[in-house]
Protein backbone atom coordinates (compact mmCIF):
# COMPACT_ATOMS: atom_id res chain seq x y z
CA UNK A 1 0.00 0.00 0.00
CA UNK A 2 2.78 2.40 0.59
CA UNK A 3 4.58 1.46 -2.17
CA UNK A 4 1.40 2.70 -4.09
CA UNK A 5 1.42 5.83 -2.68
CA UNK A 6 4.83 6.49 -3.32
CA UNK A 7 4.78 5.78 -6.55
CA UNK A 8 1.42 8.23 -7.02
CA UNK A 9 3.55 10.81 -5.09
CA UNK A 10 6.14 10.59 -8.20
CA UNK A 11 3.32 10.05 -10.65
CA UNK A 12 2.36 14.07 -9.31
CA UNK A 13 5.50 15.62 -9.29
CA UNK A 14 6.48 14.22 -11.99
CA UNK A 15 3.54 15.71 -13.43
CA UNK A 16 4.14 19.05 -12.06
CA UNK A 17 7.52 19.36 -13.26
CA UNK A 18 6.54 18.16 -16.58
CA UNK A 19 3.82 21.34 -16.71
CA UNK A 20 6.22 23.85 -15.43
CA UNK A 21 8.51 23.14 -18.76
CA UNK A 22 5.79 24.01 -20.32
CA UNK A 23 4.95 26.84 -19.48
CA UNK A 24 6.89 29.35 -21.74
CA UNK A 25 5.29 27.27 -24.35
CA UNK A 26 1.60 28.14 -22.78
CA UNK A 27 2.73 31.53 -21.97
CA UNK A 28 3.96 32.04 -25.73
CA UNK A 29 0.76 30.45 -26.97
CA UNK A 30 -1.50 32.35 -24.65
CA UNK A 31 0.46 35.84 -25.44
CA UNK A 32 -0.64 35.19 -29.36
CA UNK A 33 -3.75 34.16 -29.00
CA UNK A 34 -6.94 35.85 -30.58
CA UNK A 35 -10.79 36.02 -29.61
CA UNK A 36 -13.44 36.18 -32.64
CA UNK A 37 -15.92 38.54 -32.19
CA UNK A 38 -18.35 36.16 -31.77
CA UNK A 39 -16.46 34.75 -29.09
CA UNK A 40 -15.87 38.11 -27.20
CA UNK A 41 -19.92 38.94 -27.44
CA UNK A 42 -21.18 35.54 -26.58
CA UNK A 43 -19.34 33.12 -24.51
CA UNK A 44 -16.95 35.75 -22.95
CA UNK A 45 -19.35 38.28 -21.76
CA UNK A 46 -21.50 35.23 -19.69
CA UNK A 47 -18.23 35.48 -17.51
CA UNK A 48 -20.05 38.38 -15.58
CA UNK A 49 -22.58 36.38 -14.85
CA UNK A 50 -25.37 39.07 -15.91
CA UNK A 51 -25.74 41.37 -18.07
CA UNK A 52 -25.50 45.14 -18.43
CA UNK A 53 -28.77 46.50 -18.71
CA UNK A 54 -29.69 48.74 -21.95
CA UNK A 55 -31.53 51.83 -20.99
CA UNK A 56 -28.76 54.30 -23.11
CA UNK A 57 -30.05 56.32 -25.92
CA UNK A 58 -28.56 57.78 -28.34
CA UNK A 59 -28.60 61.30 -26.34
CA UNK A 60 -27.12 60.05 -23.33
CA UNK A 61 -23.72 58.93 -25.60
CA UNK A 62 -23.55 62.14 -26.88
CA UNK A 63 -23.96 64.06 -23.52
CA UNK A 64 -20.95 61.70 -22.15
CA UNK A 65 -18.71 61.96 -25.17
CA UNK A 66 -19.11 65.79 -24.35
CA UNK A 67 -18.96 65.76 -20.99
CA UNK A 68 -15.91 63.44 -21.00
CA UNK A 69 -13.90 65.77 -23.15
CA UNK A 70 -15.22 69.01 -22.14
CA UNK A 71 -13.33 69.31 -19.13
CA UNK A 72 -10.78 72.01 -17.63
CA UNK A 73 -8.59 71.24 -21.01
CA UNK A 74 -9.43 74.53 -22.89
CA UNK A 75 -9.39 76.45 -19.84
CA UNK A 76 -5.32 75.15 -18.97
CA UNK A 77 -3.78 74.94 -22.16
CA UNK A 78 -5.77 78.00 -24.43
CA UNK A 79 -3.74 80.63 -23.29
CA UNK A 80 0.17 79.04 -23.11
CA UNK A 81 -0.29 77.85 -26.97
CA UNK A 82 -1.67 81.44 -28.02
CA UNK A 83 0.90 82.77 -26.15
CA UNK A 84 4.16 80.94 -27.12
CA UNK A 85 3.07 78.55 -30.48
CA UNK A 86 -0.22 79.56 -32.64
CA UNK A 87 -0.54 82.93 -31.47
CA UNK A 88 -4.18 84.42 -32.50
CA UNK A 89 -4.57 81.46 -35.03
CA UNK A 90 -5.00 79.35 -31.60
CA UNK A 91 -8.46 78.49 -32.87
CA UNK A 92 -7.29 77.11 -35.87
CA UNK A 93 -4.98 74.66 -33.48
CA UNK A 94 -7.99 73.57 -32.62
CA UNK A 95 -9.60 72.72 -35.70
CA UNK A 96 -6.96 70.87 -37.04
CA UNK A 97 -6.76 68.61 -33.35
CA UNK A 98 -10.65 68.06 -33.63
CA UNK A 99 -9.99 66.85 -36.89
CA UNK A 100 -7.51 64.71 -35.86
CA UNK A 101 -9.94 63.32 -32.79
CA UNK A 102 -12.60 62.99 -35.50
CA UNK A 103 -10.17 60.51 -37.53
CA UNK A 104 -9.07 58.52 -34.75
CA UNK A 105 -13.43 58.12 -33.50
CA UNK A 106 -13.93 56.84 -36.46
CA UNK A 107 -11.47 54.23 -36.02
CA UNK A 108 -13.49 53.53 -32.72
CA UNK A 109 -16.49 53.80 -33.99
CA UNK A 110 -15.65 51.11 -36.94
CA UNK A 111 -14.85 48.98 -34.15
CA UNK A 112 -17.57 49.22 -31.68
CA UNK A 113 -20.17 48.17 -33.78
CA UNK A 114 -18.82 45.23 -35.36
CA UNK A 115 -17.56 44.16 -31.45
CA UNK A 116 -20.24 45.85 -28.94
CA UNK A 117 -18.62 45.24 -25.99
CA UNK A 118 -17.59 46.95 -23.29
CA UNK A 119 -14.03 46.69 -23.28
CA UNK A 120 -13.32 48.98 -26.03
CA UNK A 121 -9.42 49.30 -27.23
CA UNK A 122 -8.56 45.86 -25.37
CA UNK A 123 -11.20 44.31 -26.59
CA UNK A 124 -10.49 45.75 -30.01
CA UNK A 125 -6.66 44.58 -30.02
CA UNK A 126 -7.39 41.30 -28.51
CA UNK A 127 -9.31 39.88 -30.53
CA UNK A 128 -6.78 41.64 -33.70
CA UNK A 129 -3.51 41.30 -32.14
CA UNK A 130 -3.75 38.86 -29.20
CA UNK A 131 -3.52 38.40 -25.39
CA UNK A 132 -0.79 40.10 -24.78
CA UNK A 133 -1.41 43.23 -27.15
CA UNK A 134 -4.76 43.79 -25.13
CA UNK A 135 -3.23 43.16 -22.19
CA UNK A 136 -0.49 46.43 -23.09
CA UNK A 137 -2.70 48.51 -23.53
CA UNK A 138 -5.95 47.70 -21.26
CA UNK A 139 -3.24 48.30 -18.30
CA UNK A 140 -2.20 51.24 -20.41
CA UNK A 141 -5.02 52.66 -20.14
CA UNK A 142 -6.31 51.60 -16.80
CA UNK A 143 -2.78 53.47 -15.51
CA UNK A 144 -3.76 56.69 -17.12
CA UNK A 145 -7.72 56.45 -16.11
CA UNK A 146 -6.69 55.87 -12.16
CA UNK A 147 -3.79 58.64 -12.61
CA UNK A 148 -5.29 60.97 -14.48
CA UNK A 149 -8.82 60.42 -12.36
CA UNK A 150 -6.96 61.23 -9.46
CA UNK A 151 -5.23 64.44 -10.44
CA UNK A 152 -8.67 65.87 -11.43
CA UNK A 153 -10.07 65.29 -8.80
CA UNK A 154 -7.34 67.05 -7.14
CA UNK A 155 -7.15 70.28 -9.49
CA UNK A 156 -11.29 70.13 -8.63
CA UNK A 157 -10.76 71.64 -5.08
CA UNK A 158 -8.53 74.26 -7.37
CA UNK A 159 -11.39 75.51 -9.29
CA UNK A 160 -13.89 75.08 -6.59
CA UNK A 161 -11.43 77.54 -3.99
CA UNK A 162 -11.90 80.02 -7.28
CA UNK A 163 -15.47 80.16 -8.14
CA UNK A 164 -15.45 81.35 -3.83
CA UNK A 165 -12.73 83.77 -4.83
CA UNK A 166 -9.82 82.18 -2.28
CA UNK A 167 -6.89 82.48 -3.79
CA UNK A 168 -4.29 79.52 -2.33
CA UNK A 169 -6.37 76.02 -2.74
CA UNK A 170 -3.86 74.60 -0.07
CA UNK A 171 -6.02 76.39 2.27
CA UNK A 172 -8.62 73.16 1.69
CA UNK A 173 -5.66 70.81 1.99
CA UNK A 174 -4.83 68.92 5.50
CA UNK A 175 -0.62 69.49 5.49
CA UNK A 176 0.92 66.48 7.43
CA UNK A 177 4.93 67.54 7.60
CA UNK A 178 5.65 64.08 7.98
CA UNK A 179 5.13 62.83 5.01
CA UNK A 180 7.27 63.55 1.36
CA UNK A 181 6.81 66.61 -0.21
CA UNK A 182 4.47 66.25 -3.20
CA UNK A 183 2.81 63.72 -1.14
CA UNK A 184 2.28 65.63 2.44
CA UNK A 185 -0.92 67.69 1.20
CA UNK A 186 -4.14 65.62 2.44
CA UNK A 187 -7.29 66.34 -0.34
CA UNK A 188 -10.12 65.39 1.66
CA UNK A 189 -12.96 67.28 -0.98
CA UNK A 190 -10.67 65.13 -4.08
CA UNK A 191 -11.45 62.11 -1.89
CA UNK A 192 -15.44 63.07 -1.18
CA UNK A 193 -15.66 63.73 -4.27
CA UNK A 194 -14.30 60.38 -5.82
CA UNK A 195 -16.24 58.27 -3.44
CA UNK A 196 -19.44 60.12 -4.25
CA UNK A 197 -19.45 59.44 -8.11
CA UNK A 198 -18.19 55.82 -7.27
CA UNK A 199 -21.39 54.78 -5.10
CA UNK A 200 -23.33 56.79 -8.13
CA UNK A 201 -21.94 55.06 -10.99
CA UNK A 202 -22.48 51.84 -8.58
CA UNK A 203 -26.31 52.70 -7.87
CA UNK A 204 -27.37 53.14 -11.47
CA UNK A 205 -26.03 53.98 -14.94
CA UNK A 206 -28.97 55.30 -16.22
CA UNK A 207 -29.30 57.81 -13.53
CA UNK A 208 -25.39 58.24 -13.70
CA UNK A 209 -26.10 59.15 -17.55
CA UNK A 210 -28.90 61.53 -16.58
CA UNK A 211 -26.70 63.18 -13.44
CA UNK A 212 -24.01 64.27 -16.62
CA UNK A 213 -27.12 65.27 -18.92
CA UNK A 214 -27.38 67.82 -16.29
CA UNK A 215 -24.08 69.26 -15.63
CA UNK A 216 -23.21 69.10 -19.61
CA UNK A 217 -26.21 71.28 -20.24
CA UNK A 218 -25.28 73.73 -17.60
CA UNK A 219 -21.44 73.55 -18.77
CA UNK A 220 -22.31 74.29 -22.29
CA UNK A 221 -24.51 77.18 -21.11
CA UNK A 222 -21.24 78.22 -19.32
CA UNK A 223 -19.36 77.85 -22.40
CA UNK A 224 -21.94 79.95 -24.63
CA UNK A 225 -21.84 82.73 -21.34
CA UNK A 226 -17.86 83.00 -21.79
CA UNK A 227 -17.99 82.80 -25.89
CA UNK A 228 -20.92 85.59 -26.09
CA UNK A 229 -19.23 87.95 -23.68
CA UNK A 230 -16.30 87.65 -25.67
CA UNK A 231 -17.49 88.52 -29.02
CA UNK A 232 -19.51 91.52 -27.49
CA UNK A 233 -16.70 92.99 -25.56
CA UNK A 234 -13.85 91.69 -28.10
CA UNK A 235 -12.21 92.85 -31.12
CA UNK A 236 -11.74 91.87 -34.24
CA UNK A 237 -8.52 93.81 -34.95
CA UNK A 238 -6.75 92.07 -31.75
CA UNK A 239 -6.77 89.28 -33.82
CA UNK A 240 -3.99 91.05 -36.27
CA UNK A 241 -2.13 92.68 -32.85
CA UNK A 242 0.31 92.93 -32.86
CA UNK A 243 2.16 90.52 -35.60
CA UNK A 244 -0.31 88.92 -37.48
CA UNK A 245 -3.07 85.92 -37.60
CA UNK A 246 0.15 83.40 -37.65
CA UNK A 247 2.89 85.01 -35.99
CA UNK A 248 5.04 81.62 -36.05
CA UNK A 249 3.58 80.28 -39.10
CA UNK A 250 2.49 77.08 -39.84
CA UNK A 251 4.56 74.86 -37.68
CA UNK A 252 3.76 77.17 -34.45
CA UNK A 253 -0.07 76.26 -35.74
CA UNK A 254 0.47 72.79 -36.08
CA UNK A 255 3.00 72.74 -32.24
CA UNK A 256 -0.24 74.11 -30.75
CA UNK A 257 -2.25 71.68 -32.42
CA UNK A 258 -0.49 68.83 -30.93
CA UNK A 259 -0.78 70.31 -27.34
CA UNK A 260 -4.06 71.22 -27.66
CA UNK A 261 -5.16 67.74 -28.48
CA UNK A 262 -5.41 66.70 -25.26
CA UNK A 263 -8.36 68.40 -24.34
CA UNK A 264 -10.11 66.61 -26.87
CA UNK A 265 -9.22 62.64 -24.57
CA UNK A 266 -12.48 60.92 -23.03
CA UNK A 267 -14.07 60.15 -26.44
CA UNK A 268 -12.64 56.22 -26.38
CA UNK A 269 -15.12 56.28 -22.56
CA UNK A 270 -18.01 56.46 -24.96
CA UNK A 271 -17.19 52.98 -26.65
CA UNK A 272 -16.67 50.85 -23.73
CA UNK A 273 -20.82 51.49 -23.04
CA UNK A 274 -21.69 49.23 -25.75
CA UNK A 275 -23.52 46.64 -24.03
CA UNK A 276 -25.45 49.45 -22.00
CA UNK A 277 -27.44 51.31 -25.05
CA UNK A 278 -30.17 50.35 -27.45
CA UNK A 279 -29.70 49.37 -30.88
CA UNK A 280 -25.88 50.17 -30.98
CA UNK A 281 -25.10 50.37 -34.65
CA UNK A 282 -26.35 53.37 -35.21
CA UNK A 283 -26.42 54.63 -31.43
CA UNK A 284 -22.59 54.64 -31.28
CA UNK A 285 -21.45 56.27 -34.03
CA UNK A 286 -23.98 58.94 -33.51
CA UNK A 287 -22.12 59.09 -29.95
CA UNK A 288 -19.03 58.96 -30.76
CA UNK A 289 -18.63 61.35 -33.44
CA UNK A 290 -21.80 63.56 -32.49
CA UNK A 291 -19.56 64.56 -29.20
CA UNK A 292 -16.58 65.18 -31.37
CA UNK A 293 -18.17 68.22 -33.43
CA UNK A 294 -19.59 69.23 -30.64
CA UNK A 295 -16.40 69.51 -28.67
CA UNK A 296 -14.71 70.62 -31.70
CA UNK A 297 -17.09 73.71 -32.31
CA UNK A 298 -17.27 75.01 -28.57
CA UNK A 299 -13.45 74.52 -28.39
CA UNK A 300 -12.67 77.02 -31.35
CA UNK A 301 -15.48 79.35 -30.37
CA UNK A 302 -13.81 79.40 -27.12
CA UNK A 303 -9.81 80.09 -28.28
CA UNK A 304 -11.66 82.74 -31.01
CA UNK A 305 -13.52 84.78 -27.91
CA UNK A 306 -10.24 84.60 -25.70
CA UNK A 307 -8.13 86.17 -28.58
CA UNK A 308 -10.86 88.52 -29.61
CA UNK A 309 -10.96 90.16 -25.88
CA UNK A 310 -7.06 90.22 -25.64
CA UNK A 311 -4.12 90.39 -28.13
CA UNK A 312 -2.13 87.28 -27.82
CA UNK A 313 0.74 88.73 -26.17
CA UNK A 314 -1.16 89.77 -22.94
CA UNK A 315 -2.58 86.94 -22.61
CA UNK A 316 -1.72 85.32 -19.07
CA UNK A 317 -0.43 81.44 -19.24
CA UNK A 318 -2.29 80.91 -16.07
CA UNK A 319 -6.25 81.79 -15.75
CA UNK A 320 -6.05 83.26 -19.14
CA UNK A 321 -9.82 83.73 -19.23
CA UNK A 322 -10.24 85.01 -15.31
CA UNK A 323 -7.60 87.53 -16.21
CA UNK A 324 -8.96 88.70 -19.89
CA UNK A 325 -12.19 88.97 -17.84
CA UNK A 326 -10.24 91.38 -15.84
CA UNK A 327 -9.25 93.28 -18.50
CA UNK A 328 -12.37 94.39 -19.56
CA UNK A 329 -13.69 94.96 -16.37
CA UNK A 330 -15.74 92.05 -15.77
CA UNK A 331 -13.95 90.76 -12.50
CA UNK A 332 -16.47 88.67 -11.30
CA UNK A 333 -17.13 87.12 -14.29
CA UNK A 334 -13.63 85.43 -12.99
CA UNK A 335 -15.51 83.61 -9.72
CA UNK A 336 -18.06 82.14 -12.97
CA UNK A 337 -15.19 80.39 -14.44
CA UNK A 338 -14.10 78.66 -11.48
CA UNK A 339 -17.69 77.39 -10.98
CA UNK A 340 -18.24 76.39 -14.79
CA UNK A 341 -14.67 74.66 -14.64
CA UNK A 342 -15.64 72.81 -11.41
CA UNK A 343 -19.09 71.74 -13.73
CA UNK A 344 -16.86 70.33 -15.99
CA UNK A 345 -14.40 68.57 -13.83
CA UNK A 346 -17.24 66.62 -12.25
CA UNK A 347 -18.31 65.39 -15.04
CA UNK A 348 -15.87 64.69 -17.22
CA UNK A 349 -14.32 62.78 -13.87
CA UNK A 350 -18.02 61.19 -13.88
CA UNK A 351 -17.60 59.89 -17.25
CA UNK A 352 -13.92 58.86 -17.26
CA UNK A 353 -14.69 56.64 -14.12
CA UNK A 354 -17.41 55.18 -15.89
CA UNK A 355 -15.40 54.06 -18.78
CA UNK A 356 -12.88 52.90 -16.18
CA UNK A 357 -14.82 50.63 -14.72
CA UNK A 358 -15.96 48.53 -18.25
CA UNK A 359 -12.16 47.92 -19.02
CA UNK A 360 -11.68 46.25 -15.61
CA UNK A 361 -14.75 43.89 -16.27
CA UNK A 362 -13.59 43.07 -19.80
CA UNK A 363 -9.42 42.41 -18.88
CA UNK A 364 -11.40 40.58 -16.01
CA UNK A 365 -13.81 38.48 -18.46
CA UNK A 366 -10.26 37.41 -20.43
CA UNK A 367 -8.94 35.98 -16.34
CA UNK A 368 -6.25 38.31 -16.90
CA UNK A 369 -6.64 39.98 -13.58
CA UNK A 370 -9.12 38.21 -10.58
CA UNK A 371 -12.37 37.03 -12.20
CA UNK A 372 -14.40 38.51 -9.81
CA UNK A 373 -13.75 42.13 -11.15
CA UNK A 374 -15.75 40.81 -14.12
CA UNK A 375 -18.74 40.41 -12.10
CA UNK A 376 -21.62 42.37 -13.22
CA UNK A 377 -24.45 42.91 -10.10
CA UNK A 378 -27.73 41.53 -11.64
CA UNK A 379 -30.22 44.35 -10.04
CA UNK A 380 -28.32 47.56 -10.89
CA UNK A 381 -27.06 46.32 -14.21
CA UNK A 382 -23.36 47.82 -12.96
CA UNK A 383 -19.62 46.12 -13.29
CA UNK A 384 -19.76 46.73 -9.22
CA UNK A 385 -16.71 44.93 -7.91
CA UNK A 386 -14.53 47.01 -10.65
CA UNK A 387 -16.15 50.61 -9.60
CA UNK A 388 -15.45 50.25 -6.19
CA UNK A 389 -11.90 48.48 -6.44
CA UNK A 390 -11.03 51.54 -8.94
CA UNK A 391 -13.00 54.31 -7.33
CA UNK A 392 -11.28 52.96 -3.87
CA UNK A 393 -7.60 53.06 -5.77
CA UNK A 394 -8.33 56.58 -7.35
CA UNK A 395 -9.48 58.14 -3.90
CA UNK A 396 -6.26 57.13 -2.07
CA UNK A 397 -3.96 58.47 -4.97
CA UNK A 398 -5.69 61.66 -5.26
CA UNK A 399 -5.65 61.70 -1.38
CA UNK A 400 -2.01 62.24 -1.50
CA UNK A 401 0.03 62.98 -4.59
CA UNK A 402 0.35 65.52 -6.99
CA UNK A 403 0.79 63.94 -10.12
CA UNK A 404 1.51 66.49 -12.58
CA UNK A 405 4.52 65.32 -13.54
CA UNK A 406 3.13 61.84 -14.05
CA UNK A 407 0.38 62.88 -16.21
CA UNK A 408 2.45 64.11 -18.56
CA UNK A 409 3.74 60.56 -19.16
CA UNK A 410 0.71 58.88 -19.17
CA UNK A 411 -0.37 61.26 -21.96
CA UNK A 412 2.42 59.10 -24.16
CA UNK A 413 0.40 55.81 -23.16
CA UNK A 414 -2.80 57.29 -24.34
CA UNK A 415 -2.00 58.11 -27.58
CA UNK A 416 0.05 54.64 -28.20
CA UNK A 417 -3.41 53.32 -27.37
CA UNK A 418 -5.46 55.87 -29.92
CA UNK A 419 -2.26 54.50 -32.60
CA UNK A 420 -2.70 50.75 -31.99
CA UNK A 421 -5.83 50.79 -32.72
CA UNK A 422 -5.89 52.11 -35.99
CA UNK A 423 -3.42 50.34 -36.61
CA UNK A 424 -5.68 47.22 -35.82
CA UNK A 425 -8.19 48.47 -38.00
CA UNK A 426 -5.85 48.73 -40.79
CA UNK A 427 -4.67 45.02 -40.34
CA UNK A 428 -8.08 43.95 -40.39
CA UNK A 429 -8.88 45.51 -43.29
CA UNK A 430 -5.80 44.54 -45.15
CA UNK A 431 -5.33 40.53 -44.10
CA UNK A 432 -9.06 39.97 -44.73
CA UNK A 433 -10.60 39.17 -41.35
CA UNK A 434 -13.09 41.40 -41.90
CA UNK A 435 -16.59 39.69 -42.62
CA UNK A 436 -16.67 40.09 -46.97
CA UNK A 437 -20.48 40.96 -47.35
CA UNK A 438 -21.72 44.83 -46.23
CA UNK A 439 -21.70 44.96 -43.15
CA UNK A 440 -23.92 48.25 -41.86
CA UNK A 441 -21.64 50.51 -39.29
CA UNK A 442 -24.26 53.23 -38.16
CA UNK A 443 -25.13 55.09 -41.35
CA UNK A 444 -22.31 54.17 -43.29
CA UNK A 445 -21.45 50.43 -45.03
CA UNK A 446 -18.11 48.16 -45.82
CA UNK A 447 -17.98 47.25 -49.43
CA UNK A 448 -15.04 45.01 -50.67
CA UNK A 449 -13.77 45.81 -54.17
CA UNK A 450 -11.82 43.92 -56.46
CA UNK A 451 -8.18 44.14 -54.66
CA UNK A 452 -9.52 42.53 -51.41
CA UNK A 453 -9.79 46.08 -49.95
CA UNK A 454 -12.83 47.09 -47.93
CA UNK A 455 -13.94 51.09 -47.93
CA UNK A 456 -17.12 53.18 -46.41
CA UNK A 457 -19.69 53.28 -48.03
CA UNK A 458 -22.75 56.18 -46.92
CA UNK A 459 -25.74 54.36 -46.82
CA UNK A 460 -27.95 57.30 -46.61
CA UNK A 461 -31.57 56.38 -46.59
CA UNK A 462 -33.51 59.16 -45.63
CA UNK A 463 -30.59 61.60 -44.83
CA UNK A 464 -31.51 65.23 -46.14
CA UNK A 465 -28.97 66.00 -49.39
CA UNK A 466 -26.92 68.14 -47.74
CA UNK A 467 -26.65 65.42 -44.92
CA UNK A 468 -25.78 63.06 -47.01
CA UNK A 469 -22.55 65.47 -48.91
CA UNK A 470 -21.37 65.71 -45.23
CA UNK A 471 -20.95 61.94 -44.19
CA UNK A 472 -19.65 61.48 -47.91
CA UNK A 473 -17.60 63.79 -47.64
CA UNK A 474 -16.10 62.56 -43.98
CA UNK A 475 -16.29 58.87 -45.13
CA UNK A 476 -14.56 59.48 -48.08
CA UNK A 477 -11.34 61.65 -45.76
CA UNK A 478 -11.89 58.64 -43.15
CA UNK A 479 -10.72 56.00 -46.41
CA UNK A 480 -7.98 57.63 -47.41
CA UNK A 481 -6.53 58.18 -43.66
CA UNK A 482 -6.83 54.44 -42.84
CA UNK A 483 -5.63 53.13 -46.97
CA UNK A 484 -2.94 55.19 -47.48
CA UNK A 485 -1.13 55.61 -43.77
Known amino acids: MATIQSKDNKTIFFNYFKSLSQTPHRLRKRMLATWTPDQELNQVRLRSGADMKRKLRWYDLVALGVGGMLGVGVFVTTGPVAGNHSGPSVFISYSIAGISALLSSLCYTEFSVQIPVAGGAFSYLRVTFGEFVGYFAGANILMEYVLSNAAVARSFTEYLCSAFGISDPNSWRVEVPGLLQGYNKLDFSAVALVLILTFCLCHSTKESSILNLIMT????????????????????????????????GIRGVLDGAAIVYFSYIGYDSVSTLAEEIQNPPVTLPVGIIGSVFIVSGLYCLMALALCVMVPYNQIAEKASYSMAFQRIGWKWAGNIVGAGASLGIVASLLVAMLGQARYLCVIGRARLVPSWLSKVHPSTGTPLNATLFLGLCTASIALFTDLDIVIEIISIGTLLVF???????????LLDIMETRAAMVGFASFRRDNYGRYSLLPVHGALPRAAKRVVSAIHALAGCCIHFP
Open 419 to 429: YLVANALIYRK
Open 217 to 248: AFHIVFFGFIIIIGFCNGSVENLMKPTGLTPN
